[in-house]
Nanobody, 120 residues
Framework: QVQLVESGGGLVQAGGSLRLSCAAS????????MGWYRQAPGKQRELVAT???????NYADSVKGRFTISRDNAKNTVTLQMNSLKPEDTAVYYC??????????????WGQGTQVTVSS
């Protein structure tokens, strides 16, 4: 069994910062790409940032220069540092990871989501 557990969401004023973390646990052989997605009320889930096992990163245009994604392969964690937050960043943020289990099966897993609210 594999699971992703997120932490670090909350309420912050515009211009502030938050740091989201996601830890993968279970019968993991290796983790390929990891990433963060978000879903605002009434909108579809959208990509925020991804990072490969080789630390190649990709960001949505709306967060470039403000958000930074990083990972710790030894701890099976991925972190999203969010600076200069805007009200339009308000959403539920989800961690995602492509995980190869010890049974050598590959599957995409999602965390339960963490709420980020940015007040104006």
């Amino acid at each position: 069994q594999v699971q992703l557990v997120e932490s670090g969401g909350g309420l912050v004023q515009a211009g502030g910062s938050l740091r989201l973390s996601c830890a993968a646990s279970g019968r993991i052989f290796e983790i390929n790409a990891m990433g963060w997605y978000r879903q605002a009320p009434g909108k579809q889930r959208e990509l925020v940032a991804t990072i490969t096992s080789a630390d190649t990163t990709n960001y949505a245009d709306s967060v470039k220069g403000r958000f930074t994604i990083s990972r710790d392969n030894a701890k099976n964690t991925v972190t999203l540092q969010m600076n200069s937050l805007k009200p339009e960043d308000t959403a539920v943020y989800y961690c995602n990871a492509e995980i190869v289990s010890v049974y050598i099966t590959t599957k995409y897993y999602w965390g339960q989501g963490t709420q980020v609210t940015v007040s104006s």
